[in-house]
């Protein structure tokens, strides 16, 4: 999956945990499923790097470093971050280590899945709704812990 949704939708889902650990966790763990999902993929990284930094500086900004919803954003990236990294990098016979990065589970080849399978426009429509629930929703639950 791009990476702008993983931290998108990670960090909506970052609602449902009071914990940052809990929801570093789940975030990793949400990483996996997405993954499953049929989708298209770009190679645009330095694009892609961009925004995932301009989202998660959103989202730290407005809800919080140490917020549920940053860090469950932060667990959805990081396992990207092999896809970058030269000594996990395939094309240079290195393996990658996260179990949905396999050709096998990496958007799952179900039948009429690439026909079907979720465009770049859909993630990204997803992925800023996503992020916009999470920004919008946040600021009140942070600043009542804050003063609390
Ligand atoms: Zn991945």
């Known amino acids: 999956m791009m990476l702008v949704p993983h931290t998108g939708i990670n960090a909506a889902a970052g609602r449902l945990f009071r914990r940052p650990a809990a929801a570093f966790a789940a975030g990793v763990l949400a990483h996996a499923l997405l993954d499953l999902v049929p989708h ?6 330095k694009a892609e790097g961009v925004m995932v930094f301009f989202m998660l500086g959103l989202v730290g900004s407005s ?27 395939p094309a240079r016979g290195k393996r990658r280590f996260f179990p949905t990065h396999s050709r096998r589970l990496h958007s799952l080849p179900l039948p009429g ?4 399978r979720t465009s770049l426009l859909i993630q990204s429509a997803v992925s800023l709704a996503a992020l916009a629930l999470a920004v919008s929703t946040c600021g009140r639950h942070c600043r009542r812990k804050v003063s609390s």
């Open 63 to 89: 809800c919080g470093w140490n917020s549920p919803a940053f860090w469950c954003a932060m667990g959805g990236v990081l396992p990207d971050v092999e896809q970058v990294l030269p000594w996990t990098d």
């Open 40 to 45: 298209k993929d770009i190679s645009a990284h």
């Open 113 to 116: 899945a690439r026909r079907y």
